[in-house]
């Protein structure tokens, strides 16, 4: 009797040290991180664009075309519009991953624009998300390179300390959601360089 306790108490031990291990693996090789100057953890994306840096600004500034570049988002409707303009601070709108409306949906603010430098945003009511996390907020930050290239970094990051239990949903979902912003970024880069400004502005 001793020698089987002995042997699964082993077995025990040898599980949680596989555990542990492959725990700290998604950790430490998740895009969740710190990055050189940023003062917290995010997850970013980058992409050179060959489009002047104000045409890429307006462009992801209008809800409306985020239906044409990205992969997760089928549409995004404007909340405040008839007070607030689209895309400035204060702005309000709610994001859907499905066209019916059902399924994945989160509501987004608009609280940093700086033209042709960074438009802020904060994340809250996520429905239907099997993970999911509070006080996140997500960045739009635009570089300009010269006068027909620019750098458009995105980020998703915590506004407010996290908890354990939120930070490691972080490290989790990081993996798809840098996925997410490669294929949507690329989509944006393709948009822009390809189109005529009075195109994509959808004006």
């Not at 992409?47 to 307006?58: A, H, L, M, Q, Y």
């Not at 930050?141 to 750098?151: F, N, Q, T, V, W």
């Not at 970094?153 to 915590?158: A, D, G, N």
């Amino acid at each position: 009797m001793g020698s089987r306790s002995t042997e699964l108490t082993k077995w025990l031990f040898f599980i949680l040290i596989l555990i542990l291990v492959f725990l700290t693996a998604i950790a430490g090789f998740s895009p969740y991180k710190s990055y050189p100057g940023f003062t917290h953890k995010l997850i970013q994306h980058s992409v050179e664009i060959e489009t002047p840096v104000d045409t890429v600004f307006k462009f992801l500034g209008k809800s409306e075309n985020a239906s044409r570049w990205s992969v997760f988002v089928d549409h995004i409707i404007p909340l405040n519009s008839g007070k607030v303009s689209d895309g400035s601070v204060g702005s309000q709108r709610r994001c859907f991953c499905n066209k019916d409306e059902t399924g994945k949906q989160w509501d987004e603010l608009i609280t940093v624009v700086i033209p042709g430098k960074k438009r802020q945003l904060t994340i809250y009511n996520l429905k239907e998300f099997p993970i999911s996390a509070e006080n996140l907020a997500t960045e739009q930050i635009y570089k300009k390179l010269d006068d027909k290239k620019c750098r458009v970094t995105f980020t998703v990051f915590f506004n407010k300390s996290p908890g354990i239990i939120d930070e490691f949903k972080m490290y989790i979902a990081a993996y798809e959601i840098n996925r997410i912003f490669s294929q949507n970024m690329q989509n944006i880069k393709r948009i822009v360089e390809t189109s005529q400004s009075s195109t994509i502005y959808n004006d």
